[in-house]
């Protein structure tokens, strides 16, 4: 079990968007393991690698009690219907937020030993697939929301406790800041 630090809100990596991977190695293999076992540590429903601070496009889900992944995944049919709902994300710990998503989705790309595999989620499992494919886009939720809820959203993050920890702390004294325990 190798659990990694999730990132969080403010951290450049969730912002730029990730890598192709081209090489199904060991390290792959080992990247889906660390977002399966950091995923289920959270515990989340879904996990991407810019949230562990790799900048490839895998993302792991564990829905309905069935856990998989997805390497360079491409979202291609989406439904008309749309669902409404909370949404969280383990990079804005605590917090969820109504955010629309098409109710139904089917996602291709590859296994870690890549071969080539389909999902079809609805629910849950489409939310999570939009999210997570966002996530390599370098796409967070608060991106889908409507201005007013942005702005809602945006309120709260402020006044989370994790707020601002993401940001480089330059240490001037060996006491801790931010009201850090160190
Ligand atoms: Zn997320």
Partial sequence: ????????????????PAEIVTTFDKELRVLVKDLTDTMIDAPGVGLAAPQIGVGLRVFTYDVDD?????????????SDEEQDGDEGCLSFPGLAFPTKRKQRVVASGFTMHGDPITIEGSALLARCIQHEVDHLDGILFIDRMSPEQRKLAMKAIR?????????PVVKISPHATRGLAV
């Avoid at 069935?66 to 989406?78: D, K, Q, S, Y």
């Avoid at 006044?159 to 940001?167: C, D, Q, V």
């Fill in 1 to 16: 079990m190798a659990v990694q630090p999730i990132r969080l809100f403010g951290d450049p990596v969730l912002t730029t």
């Fill in 159 to 167: 006044e989370a406790e994790w707020s601002g920890l993401s940001e």
């Fill in 66 to 78: 069935t856990v998989g992944h997805l390497i360079n995944p491409v979202i291609g049919v989406v």
